[in-house]
């Protein structure tokens, strides 16, 4: 028997998928917006960083989505030469994500047969070694692309980040390549900065000095985060890239925004009814934003420690998620107009203030090494691979709803998930239940919505009010089993969608500056606290929460206990077995109670009399 507990197997209608932003969907707005050219124009200077809401103070201005002339559709992205160059493509992200990635979207027809990938490196490589190294990820679909078709694209380009005359040859490189395409077509060039944010600045202005493509073709940026370290580093970035590249051209990445289930967000508030009349304060009590990784820094210490778990999943992934949550409805799905209501949203927030932010730092235990003992983190770090804190809006919609947002490596389980809690209300009392229903977006694993409600127990007792038994229940969806035969979810890699979006000039899933500017504006305080007082984490065995935490987050008003807290795919699937062992088990008490009374009743009721 399905039971109500399990989650999602409740299906939902299915409707026609809808498009994402491309110039076959484009909006009209799109058509008001700026040419690709490179700007001479700065953006203006910094204000001076406050512990307030920025108020009046000037940001970057929000540009306007691509215009028709800067996206490019699927079939003229085919019928021109495209390079694509990845700087720092000896490094972990190339072989991890990006070499996979590229497969993926040549393997489905979505980038040209005919794609150059040039990787580009300071030191010279044996490119067959190369190659076997930095595509040892790409899972070989071999009915539908050889791996050795598509490694046949593959060329490396040796030369320093800084180096004109590397770059100079690397243009005459794609130029051979471009020149010997049938189309007779100029060739669209994109260029990825996989290398450490300290290279970005130069190499952004070399490719515009020495490599663009020509006119008719795209030159576009993908930029890796971090996009600085604080206010001031993302402004000093930004005025370089501004100084060569239109807002336009840049397609800055955060992964996160290429997730599943953060992309579901606005469908579900918005192409739905139910939600958006209860997404207020009226109505919710908190929100909990959580990232958690059973990982260390694994050999990463040193990159990490420069940087500390606020950089690295907080300002970007976890804030992502939070915009999307709590903006306001844009006027389109365009993505000016959703930058616009993020960039509204992120100024009623206040700057994070250092006592009100839990860090914590994992140490060995559980069989796993500490964070000290990674030899590339610094003897005696204090660098934080768990905080926490709490964001407060002020506007009329969240004003006194506290947003969590918590992140930690070295804990028990990889898991990122949104937990969005509701007030109860007076009548739940009359159930005898303290209702604390709960919208529940799993980003990873097992992506999944669902809603923590209240179910009658089944049985076959009737009672009403306060007699009756009832139980938490998941109801929901469940991407594994809606959308696919069970198996775990396959909906394509967030850095596929990212290099598509790219590709085609779609800047739906990058991060404007305008909201770069609010992000860190908000952050800069307690990260500048940190980096100067360094304060003492709390130390944590590996796999375990900080001691103190959950207190700390009782203080802010929010309350993470079971369920919210330890409800993992596998612990609902335990918790829903148990809970249908024990109505199960009632039941069968129950009838054997009945047999009785009726064999008590009436002696010739017992099957056994039967013969
Ligand atoms: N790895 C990951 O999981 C993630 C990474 N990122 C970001 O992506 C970018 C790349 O990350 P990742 O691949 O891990 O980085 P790596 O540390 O692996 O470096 C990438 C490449 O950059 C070059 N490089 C390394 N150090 C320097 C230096 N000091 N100066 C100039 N070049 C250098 C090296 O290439 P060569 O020696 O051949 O020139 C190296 O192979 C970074 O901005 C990172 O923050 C973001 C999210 C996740
Ligand atoms: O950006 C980063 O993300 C990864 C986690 O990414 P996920 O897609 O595996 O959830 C994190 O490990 C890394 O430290 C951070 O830089």
């Not at 190294?133 to 070989?140: A, Y």
């Not at 059973?294 to 210490?301: D, K, S």
């Amino acid at each position: 028997m399905q039971s109500s507990l399990r989650i999602s197997e409740v299906k939902f209608g299915v409707v026609p998928p809808l498009s994402p932003l491309t110039a076959e969907a484009t909006p009209s707005k799109r058509q008001r917006c700026a040419p690709e050219t490179p700007t001479a124009t700065p953006p203006p200077p910094l204000p001076p960083v406050t512990a307030q809401p920025s108020g009046p103070t000037p940001s970057p201005s929000i540009t306007k989505s691509a215009s028709l002339a800067d996206l490019t559709d699927h079939a003229t992205l085919h019928s021109m030469p495209l390079t694509i160059v990845i700087f720092g493509a000896t490094g972990d992200l190339a072989r991890k994500k990006l070499f996979p990635s590229l497969y993926q979207l040549c393997m489905q027809g979505h980038l040209p047969s005919h794609l150059n990938i040039v990787g580009y490196g300071r030191s010279p490589v044996d490119l067959p070694a190369f190659i076997a190294k930095q595509c040892v990820n790409i899972k070989e679909n071999r009915r539908a692309l050889r791996l050795e078709h598509f490694t046949s694209r593959i060329q490396f380009h040796a030369g320093g980040y800084d180096a004109p005359p590397s770059y100079q040859s690397l243009d005459l490189t794609i130029r051979a390549y471009e020149e010997a395409h049938p189309s007779g077509k100029p060739g669209n060039r994109l260029f990825f900065l996989s290398v450490p944010p300290a290279v970005f600045g130069t190499v952004a202005e070399m490719i515009s000095q020495h490599a663009r493509a020509e006119r008719g073709a795209f030159t576009r940026l993908m930029i890796e985060k971090p996009f600085g370290r604080d206010l001031q580093t993302f402004h000093e970035l930004n005025q370089l890239t501004a100084r060569h590249f239109e807002e336009t051209q840049l397609f800055r990445i955060d992964h996160y925004l290429g997730k599943e289930v953060l992309l579901n967000i606005s469908t579900l508030r918005w192409a739905n009814s139910v939600f958006e009349p209860l997404w207020t304060r009226e109505h919710i009590h908190s929100v909990q934003i959580t990232f958690k990784e059973n990982l260390g820094t694994e050999g990463r210490g040193g990159y990490f420690d420069g940087v500390g778990i606020v950089r690295d999943v907080i300002q970007n992934h976890l804030l992502q998620a939070f915009m999307f949550l709590a903006m306001d409805a844009p006027q389109t799905m365009c993505a000016s107009d959703i930058v616009e209501m993020k960039v509204a949203l992120l100024r009623s927030v206040k700057c994070v203030e250092l006592q009100h932010t839990f860090l914590g730092q994992f140490a060995a235990g559980n069989g796993e090494k500490g964070y000290l003992d990674d030899e590339t983190t610094p003897a005696g770090s204090r660098c934080p691979t768990f905080a926490a804190c709490v964001l407060s809006v002020d506007n009329e919609r969240w004003r006194g709803v506290p947003f969590l947002l918590t992140a930690g490596k070295g804990l028990d389980e990889r898991l990122c998930e949104v937990r969005v809690r509701f007030k109860p209300q007076p009548y739940n009392k009359m159930m005898g239940v303290d209702a604390h229903n709960e919208l529940v977006m799993r980003v990873q694993p097992d992506e999944a919505l669902y809603m923590v409600a209240v179910a009658k127990t089944p049985g076959i007792s009737a009672g009403v009010g306060r007699d009756e038994r009832r139980t938490p229940v998941a109801m929901g969806l469940r991407y594994a089993s809606q959308f696919g035969d069970g198996s775990p979810f396959v909906s394509g890699d967030a850095y596929e969608r990212m290099l598509l979006n790219a590709a085609r000039g779609d800047q739906a899933l990058s991060v404007s500056a305008a909201e770069l500017f609010e992000s860190w504006r908000i952050f800069t305080p307690m990260l500048h606290q940190i980096d100067q007082e360094k304060p003492q984490p709390v130390v944590h065995a590996f796999g375990e929460l900080p001691a103190g935490f959950i207190e700390w987050t009782e203080s802010h008003g929010i309350d993470i206990s079971p369920p919210a807290r330890h409800w993992s795919a596998a612990e609902a699937e335990a918790h829903a077995a148990a809970a249908i062992a024990a109505a199960k088990a009632a039941e069968e008490a129950a009838a054997r109670a009945r047999a009785e009374e009726a064999k008590q009743a009436d002696p010739f009721s017992d099957p056994s009399f039967m013969l």
